[in-house]
């Protein structure tokens, strides 16, 4: 089996471009810390890896030529390449101070997400995960700030919310929340 040089030069030319657009988003953000104040992050290593691998594969089955199939197959990639491109955006991030926690609501991708919210420690009424196993606290009137195990610090904010409210902790770590 011979490698087409034209696909070859796509590939590279994709995973190239999405390989800079992953490093110039996940740049000049503080790193990860627990304590009283901290952030957790998506990790810029799983998405910086996935996106120019999905971005060349996309890119060289794209200009391929080779049908329809080929043709989805393509759009599906650089779609996946988009979304851990997105990820890696700040807007993603988990904060915490000593006042409360501040993250994305919900983990969607534009349009639909992330809006932020803001959540004091005090109003927090319940931690738990949603039916993808994604984190969540909320608040009594349902604001949310979600996060996943994927997000770098999630041990460390997992720490800051037990010491600051250790009420919401069972002996099972979080409740599955099916209607979410």
Same mark, same amino acid.
């Given at each position: 089996?011979?490698?087409?040089?034209?696909?070859?030069?796509?590939?590279?030319?994709?995973?190239?471009?999405?390989?800079?657009?992953?490093?110039?988003? =996940?740049?000049?953000?503080?790193?990860?810390?627990?304590?009283?104040?901290?952030?957790?992050?998506?990790?810029?290593?799983? =998405?910086?890896?996935?996106?120019?691998?999905?971005?060349?594969?996309?890119?060289?089955?794209?200009?391929?030529? =080779?049908?329809?199939?080929?043709?989805?197959?393509?759009?599906?990639?650089?779609?996946?390449?988009?979304?851990?491109?997105?990820?890696?955006?700040?807007?993603?991030?988990?904060?915490?101070?000593?006042?409360?926690?501040?993250?994305? =609501?919900?983990?969607?991708?534009?349009?639909?997400?992330?809006?932020?919210?803001?959540?004091?420690?005090?109003?927090?009424?319940?931690?738990?995960?949603?039916?993808?196993?994604?984190?969540?606290?909320?608040?009594?009137?349902?604001?949310?700030?979600?996060?996943?195990?994927?997000?770098?610090?999630?041990?460390?904010?997992?720490?800051?919310?037990?010491?600051?409210?250790?009420?919401?902790?069972?002996?099972?770590?979080?409740?599955?929340?099916?209607?979410?």
């Amino acid at each position: 089996m011979t490698i087409e040089p034209f696909l070859l030069i796509s590939f590279l030319s994709g995973a190239a471009i999405a390989a800079v657009m992953a490093y110039r988003l =996940s740049r000049g953000r503080p790193a990860v810390a627990g304590g009283p104040e901290g952030r957790a992050a998506p990790d810029p290593w799983r =998405s910086g890896a996935v996106a120019p691998l999905a971005g060349g594969l996309g890119t060289a089955i794209l200009l391929s030529g =080779s049908g329809l199939v080929w043709l989805l197959a393509g759009v599906g990639l650089l779609a996946l390449m988009a979304v851990a491109l997105i990820a890696l955006r700040p807007s993603y991030d988990v904060l915490w101070t000593t006042d409360g926690l501040e993250g994305p =609501s919900a983990l969607l991708v534009p349009p639909f997400g992330p809006k932020r919210d803001f959540l004091l420690w005090r109003d927090l009424r319940r931690i738990g995960k949603d039916r993808w196993g994604n984190r969540f606290v909320e608040d009594a009137f349902g604001h949310r700030i979600c996060w996943n195990w994927l997000y770098i610090g999630d041990g460390h904010l997992l720490a800051r919310l037990e010491t600051v409210r250790p009420d919401l902790f069972d002996e099972d770590d979080v409740q599955v929340d099916s209607a979410a």
